[in-house]
């Protein structure tokens, strides 16, 4: 036997030994999986793998359709030749290496995934074979790196996407060698150490949150785009994801509220989505998992969660400006309700104007090719007809939304939510809300900015607070959001606020009630917040609470970046032309006043917070440790 052949006999043999110990551990770790919320899987789920290639996502005839649809429909021409303009600047590019950011790949293997979608589509659709060429580079590339980076693994599953639809949807370009090279790649980097990955109790393949999804749903890919080369291997990842993706959808329970928040839900549900597609066009089944509960709802929700303003109610570690999301393109076709995309015509125009030479690190509009697959034609009206004035959806994070018009950009929003900070990257936000009138948000949510400035120094925001024994990250806090704190304490990060009334009188009539003991505990013994939309636009926010212990202080916050006059137990907010007028009803003798929304200066990773300041009223128990606070917020100039 010559050296070279012995060497690919030995590799073979190695591997084989390597899957086998692989795959028994992830029978282990679908044994362990929850009974009543693991899905029985087929006993080969390779056993439908369509022949053949392409099979991810589409088919030959779906790219004809394509290039059809350009020739008529002037909106998805626009899509395409930002497509073709950002895949031609990327020719020019040096093939990417491996470099890390702090402990993360992520940001090269998003790039794989940006790269490998423009320049599939582009080639597909013009047949220039150059983008052929340039994407076997870069696959072979990615290929020889020393791994994807398994200790951060949604690196490794951002790149075996970028692999699995380089290798699929670039099949008949490229040569034996290659195709093999790129095959070993994906299981070697990306199916193997995601099954090892199983076996660690605190493992994403248990995890109820999007590193569950974005990391099944890239190796789902993988493993569908190898099935007939590596059928082992496929195997056993497709059965691990048959039984952990589970886990990944329990966040939409039950009513579609998923509890990262807005912009983690299209990072999550983008994955979701396609391991959902992929399984279709692979097997011709999506193991019914666009059922879960909630799951379909949840594009929906999105739109309750999306102000006139069109910014986002961004709890949790969210931004507050909406961002262009792949899944909801999706959801419309899915469900054949255009309307879903109302808010995203506007996102979709910023990112046509954006260049793939100006993005920032971590590529957020990476998945942009993906709305050419998935697009749907603007409708005519972009009707919400069919959508609530007032909703409020439950789960881990409940939230609940007033607002009167879907049509009026002068309406009345506001957006509540209870919850808790017990999980990754959650803020202590409970009983927080965001308010908006006559097109102008007055009460705001600082946003995650303390996590990206943390992450730009390859630090993380949750091991930070949690190892340090402390809260110092400013817009984690309480201190920082529209909520009560008491004796200037933390909330419980283990207490979880639930919405306990609900009520829709008549439009725009509304009250909902938060029960926000949990997260004082210790501190009260009961705690609760009401909200009230009255039919003159007047919101009302009541807090009773009752065993504080006499003599503490209990503050009553609201973040704004309107200019604020005082007047006692009155101030006036104005902002853009705009007023909104802040009463403070009870207790009689309160007074407002204006603190700075400034993060303490003991660390230098607290972000800035620029022209904004905090409305509040500082209130200490009497002796029967029982307060009302009550505020009424008025929209427009005081009679």
């Not at 949807?169 to 995601?194: K, M, Q, T």
């Amino acid at each position: 036997m010559n050296p070279a052949a012995f060497t690919r006999s030995f590799a073979g043999n190695l591997r084989q030994v390597v899957f086998i110990l692989l795959a028994a551990m992830a029978m282990v770790c679908a044994a362990r999986a929850d009974s009543t919320n693991a899905v029985t899987a087929t006993p080969d789920p390779l056993a439908t793998l369509k022949a053949g290639h392409p099979r991810l996502l589409l088919s030959e005839a779906d790219w004809q359709t394509m290039r059809e649809r350009v020739k008529h429909d002037p909106e998805f021409a626009k899509v395409v030749v930002r497509i073709e303009t950002d895949a031609k600047w990327l020719l020019a590019q040096p093939p990417l290496t491996y470099k890390k950011e702090g402990k993360r790949l992520l940001d090269v293997s998003r790039q794989a995934v940006e790269r490998i979608l423009l320049w599939s589509i582009t080639y597909h659709l013009t047949g220039d074979r150059v983008y052929a060429d340039r994407a076997k580079t870069e696959l072979l590339t990615l290929s020889a790196f020393p791994d994807w980076n398994p200790s951060h693994f949604l690196d490794v599953a951002e790149m075996t996407t970028a692999m699995a639809l380089g290798y699929d949807w670039f099949y008949d370009e490229l040569d034996d060698s290659s195709r093999e090279i790129i095959v070993h790649a994906i299981v070697d980097h990306g199916l193997n150490p995601g099954l090892k990955a199983g076996s660690g109790n605190g493992s994403w393949h248990r995890l109820e949150n999007n590193w569950n999804q974005v990391c099944f749903g890239g190796l789902t890919l993988g493993a569908l785009a190898v099935g007939d080369k590596e059928p082992e291997p496929a195997r056993a990842l497709l059965n691990a994801a048959h039984a952990g993706i589970a886990s990944g959808l329990k966040p939409y329970t039950p009513d579609g509220v998923y509890p990262e928040g807005p912009s983690y839900w299209g990072y999550g549900t983008v994955y979701q989505t396609l391991m959902i597609s992929a399984l279709r066009s692979a097997l011709g089944t999506s193991w019914d998992l666009e059922h879960s509960p909630g799951f379909l709802a949840s594009a929906a929700v999105q739109l309750q969660l999306t102000g006139p303003s069109e910014k986002y109610f961004n709890y949790f570690d969210c931004d507050e400006d909406p961002d262009l999301q792949a899944a909801t393109f999706w959801f419309a076709r899915e469900l054949h309700d255009p309307g879903l995309l109302r808010y995203q015509w506007r996102s979709l125009a910023l990112a046509l104007q954006r260049s793939v030479e100006s993005e920032p690190m971590y590529h957020e509009n990476r998945l942009f090719g993906l709305i050419a697959l998935w697009w749907s034609e603007p409708s005519a009206t972009n009707a919400v007809s069919h959508l609530p004035l007032v909703w409020h959806g439950d789960g881990r994070n409940p939230v609940g939304v007033f607002r009167t018009s879907w049509t009026d950009t002068n309406a009345v929003y506001l957006a509540f939510k209870g919850g808790a900070a017990g999980l990754s990257h959650g803020h202590m936000d409970a009983g927080s809300f965001v308010l908006e009138a006559d097109g102008v948000r007055w009460a705001i949510d600082l946003g995650r900015q303390d996590y990206l400035s943390l992450e730009s120094k390859g630090m993380d925001i949750w091991s930070y607070a949690q190892n340090s024994k402390r809260w110092s990250v400013f817009r984690l806090n309480n201190f920082s959001h529209n909520t009560l704190t008491i004796g200037n304490q933390l909330h419980q990060v283990n207490g979880n606020a639930q919405i306990v009334n609900f009520h829709y009188l008549d439009a725009p009539h509304a009250s909902a009630t938060i029960d926000l003991s949990p997260v004082f505990a210790g501190q009260a013994t009961n705690v609760t917040r009401q909200f009230q939309l009255d039919p003159d636009r007047t919101v009302s926010v009541h807090d009773v609470l009752a065993g504080v212990a006499p003599g503490t202080e209990v503050r009553w916050a609201m973040v704004t970046r309107a200019d604020v006059t005082l007047d006692g137990n009155r101030a006036t907010l104005k902002q853009d032309g705009k007023e909104l007028n802040a009463t403070l009803l009870s207790p009689t003798n309160g007074v407002f006043s204006v603190i700075p929304a400034s993060p303490p200066q003991e660390n230098d990773f607290d972000a800035p917070n620029p022209n904004t300041r905090i409305l509040v009223v500082k209130v200490a128990a009497p002796e029967t440790g029982e307060i009302k606070l009550e505020v009424s917020l008025k929209p427009g100039p005081a009679h």
